[in-house]
Nanobody
Framework: QAQLVESGGGLVQAGGCLRL?????????????MGWIRQTPGKEREFVAA????????WYADSVRGRFTISRDNAKNTLYLQMNSLKSEDTAVYYC???????????????WGQGTQVTVSS
């Protein structure tokens, strides 16, 4: 019954910005790390960013570092991804995930959202 639901995706021009949200329900995720993973048809999944349980540590893919910011509000049981200076190559379905089993890069997460489409026009 625990769920992660992404929102905030849409169409934006290159150079623009979007903020994605991931609302968790059914349980608190405040004790686990969470992350964002994206996928484009025909391409492998790509780790985007992750954040530790209390927000004290963050991890970013090289391709987004300096442009994206991951954050969380545990009081609201919500994860965010602020995306600035968007590029066409950022176009993908973005998934939020929680509770990594190994490293945050390993895609071994216990919970996944349904994804939200981000399309960046060039």
């Amino acid at each position: 019954q625990a769920q992660l639901v992404e929102s905030g995706g849409g169409l934006v021009q290159a150079g623009g910005c979007l903020r994605l949200s991931c609302a968790a329900s059914g349980r608190s995720f405040s004790s686990v790390a969470m992350g964002w993973i994206r996928q484009t048809p025909g391409k492998e999944r790509e780790f985007v960013a992750a954040i530790s349980d209390n927000g004290g540590r963050t991890w970013y893919a090289d391709s987004v570092r300096g442009r994206f910011t991951i954050s969380r509000d545990n009081a609201k049981n919500t994860l965010y991804l602020q995306m600035n200076s968007l590029k066409s190559e950022d176009t993908a379905v973005y998934y939020c995930a929680a509770e990594p089993k190994g490293t945050v890069y390993g895609f071994e997460y216990g919970y996944w959202g349904q994804g939200t489409q981000v399309t960046v026009s060039s």
